[in-house]
């Protein structure tokens, strides 16, 4: 019979807690410069600009269809050849941001497309400018359209952000190994990040539901 022995971890609560921070800091950090990236190439995607266009759609189809961790790899082991080196956290930050970049592209490209060419012409009718055009009649409906995939896609950036621990970044699941390491209590370590890792994207969950209250809480065809 096998005898549970959480006092290693009870033991250990503020280093998975410091992990745990880490992790949700990582996160954030690479949701908010991903958004950022996500709608500079779904504009990109979207212009009239072929040779842009070609440009984001290989960069889009590159990170799609190669795993993630070799993203990773590719970015903390392959690029110091080319005498770009960083640490750990920073390389960790880039390749979620790069990947999620990607993934969030192709979601905000559905959304603007999704935009009756209408609403657009009746925005010129009204003399707005291009950017008030694409800020009001296009992106604010456009983000409402596609605010349930994106933040689907966000919770599994979290999530992902797990295989970081490959090169020393320091989240969660690098806290819960070295944790690991020096107790060997694998079963008990593990089911603890299981549930930290449940309750944090339960979190975020909450947070995305929240803010889609306050910030989408308006008619359809406002």
Do not use: C
């Not at 250990?12 to 990582?26: K, P």
């Not at 990607?102 to 291009?130: K, M």
């Not at 896609?153 to 992902?160: E, K, R």
């Not at 320091?170 to 299981?194: C, H, K």
């Amino acid at each position: 019979m096998y005898r549970f022995n959480f006092q290693p971890v009870f033991e250990n609560l503020d280093m998975l807690a410091h992990g745990a921070w880490l992790t949700v800091q990582l996160s954030f950090s690479a949701m908010a410069i991903g958004l950022v990236v996500s709608v500079l190439g779904a504009v990109a995607k979207t212009s009239g600009i072929k040779p842009l266009r070609w440009i984001v759609d290989a960069y889009v189809e590159v990170i799609r269809n190669t795993p993630f961790l070799i993203q990773i790899f590719f970015i903390f082991f392959g690029l110091p050849a080319l005498g770009i080196s960083m640490s750990p956290n920073t390389a960790a930050l880039v390749a979620l941001v790069v990947n999620v970049g990607a993934y969030g592209t192709e979601i905000i490209r559905a959304g603007i497309e999704s935009i009756p060419q209408g609403q657009i012409e009746a925005g010129r009718a009204l003399a707005l400018s291009p950017v008030q055009i694409f800020r009001h009649v296009v992106l604010k409906p456009a983000l409402r359209n596609i605010y349930p995939s994106l933040t689907s896609q966000f919770i599994y950036l979290m999530l992902t952000s797990s295989v970081v621990s490959v090169i020393s970044a320091t989240d969660l699941a690098a806290a819960g190994a070295d944790l690991n390491a020096r107790t060997f209590a694998s079963f008990e370590i593990y089911l603890v990040l299981t549930a930290l890792y449940f309750l944090l994207a339960l979190g975020f969950s909450t947070l995305f539901a929240t803010l889609r209250r306050v910030f989408f809480n308006y008619p359809a065809g406002r």
